[in-house]
């Protein structure tokens, strides 16, 4: 199941998520939850588990490709928007799990700067990245025009 997220529609200009911080993070969550095929409010076990192929053996996993939208909005809330996505990168590095994770950013050293520990133990595979170049005034306009 494809779930597309744009983190700019969850993080208020304060930083938050309707309220408290950990509520953009929680709807994440639930964004992966429904596409394992869990209920909302899923804890982060239960979806860790769904889509883990060696828990348990019954029951259909459901692949989950996850694609984050702005990414660098979830540095907003501290320290849960930076724990987040170090979890949804170690999911997306584990061959165990039914689980792909696509982040997209506005800075191209997005993962140097602020997820250094990527890559070591425990914290998900360095990612590879693909840096698109940037549109022209021509391409703006054409965007503008179109919305």
Known sequence: ?????????????????????????????????????????ATEVQIRNKLNLDHGKSGYKHPVVLILDEIDLLLKLKGAGSTLLYTLFEWASNPNYLFTFVGVANTIDFRSRYLSKLGSDGEGAVPKSVIFPSYDTTQITEIVKQR
Not at 9 to 21: C, P, R
Not at 29 to 39: H, P, V, Y
């Open 1 to 41: 199941m494809f779930k597309f997220v744009n983190v700019a529609h969850l993080v208020d200009a304060k930083g938050g998520g309707g309220g408290d911080k950990g509520s953009a993070c929680r709807q994440v969550l639930n964004n992966i939850a429904e596409g394992a095929g869990l209920d909302e409010g």
